[in-house]
């Protein structure tokens, strides 16, 4: 990747961003037991079958992130290794349910982030927002929590809210409350949608909790009426092509239906997911596009632009990514 196109990324979990090297270290420094004894090792684990085979591994490690440090490092690693694939703004989830039920608290965390996200603009370029995720596997009850104790954040540190985890049988509308409260307190509000759940579920994000972006919707797909709906009013889909082919919801990248979706009119934007667990960051990912499925420079060109497009941004930060965007000469 000589010179990689600029592109924002907006679908990014931060803790799928824990390499196995760091992962090791932080286990060291914890004095957390892993059932690894090498990188290669627990690399070797990262083969799944589908999305809760990924969970359960992805949940487990994050047991070794445990102090404001860890969450610093974690996520300025993730800057430095975005930036050097051409992100320049990243719109970055956390799940503070999956921290708070191992006894870390939320402040830890959010001293952690926000120390690295303070300083991405100047060390890596790179300007970000965070959006806090609840954990549909989880009861509505605990979302109400977890949105309450994040309060003193919110406008600040927090932008947004979105709904993450085992998504089959964890529909969307349980979330209607938080999703109400969200909204009151000036959030911007996504949600994972249509990865391996139903094309109800993307309804469901849209008109039962008003999202503005649908995270995934690739099964958006086999429902002509909501690609109409999608199209009509530019929903913005954070698609994650090497996530959707690790995590086997298509069987393999020439069977990805991104190609359909752009020909459709849809808003797509290519995003990482949770990168070292599914082989590539943001950059990596257009550029499996370009080699697996044969985009063209423009098309790629479109998908960056598309990224700022449907980015939280202001209107002169916007205007200044996508002339950078416009001026991009591909090899
Ligand atoms: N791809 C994904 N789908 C749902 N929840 C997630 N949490 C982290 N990655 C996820
Ligand atoms: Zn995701």
Not at 35 to 50: C, G, I, N, T, V
Request: contains cysteine.
């Amino acid at each position: 990747m000589s010179d990689p196109v600029p592109k924002a990324e907006l679908h990014l979990h931060i803790e799928g961003t824990l390499e196995p090297e760091l992962a090791l270290d932080l286990a060291g420094r914890n004095g957390v037991a892993l059932p690894y004894r090498s990188a290669d090792e627990l690399r070797a684990a990262y083969d799944f079958q589908d999305l809760q085979s990924f969970l359960d591994l992805y949940y487990g490690l994050m047991a070794v992130l445990r102090t404001e440090r860890d969450f610093a490092e974690l996520a300025d690693a993730y800057l430095a290794r975005a930036a050097a694939q051409g992100v320049r703004h990243a719109e970055i989830f956390f799940d503070p349910q999956a921290h708070t039920a191992r006894g870390v608290p939320l402040a830890t965390v959010m001293a952690g982030l926000g120390e690295a996200l303070a300083a991405a603009p100047a060390r890596h370029g790179v300007t970000t927002r965070l959006i806090m995720c609840f954990l549909r596997d989880e009861p509505a009850a605990s979302a109400l929590e977890a949105f309450e104790a994040a309060r003193p954040w919110f406008g600040t540190l927090i932008t947004g809210v979105g709904l993450d985890s085992a998504e089959v049988g964890h529909p969307p509308a349980g979330f209607r409350e938080v999703y109400d409260r969200a909204r009151a307190a000036g959030l911007r509000l996504v949600a994972h949608a249509g990865e391996e759940g139903p094309p109800e579920y993307v309804w469901q994000a849209l008109d039962v909790l008003g999202v503005e972006r649908v995270d995934h919707g690739i099964r958006s797909m086999e429902d002509p009426r909501l690609v109409e709906r999608l199209v009509r009013d530019q929903v913005p889909l954070t698609v994650c092509p090497l996530s959707n082919v690790r995590l086997r919801c298509v069987d393999r990248l020439a069977d990805h239906p991104l190609p359909r979706m752009m020909a459709a009119g849809l808003l797509v934007t290519v995003n990482s997911d949770d990168p070292s667990y599914f082989g590539g960051y943001a950059g990596d990912n257009f550029d499996a596009l370009r080699d697996g499925l044969g985009l063209t420079g423009e098309e790629l060109r479109l998908l960056a632009a598309n990224s700022f497009r449907a980015a939280f941004l202001s209107d002169a930060e916007r205007a200044a990514y996508l002339e950078e965007v416009a001026a991009h000469r591909f090899a």
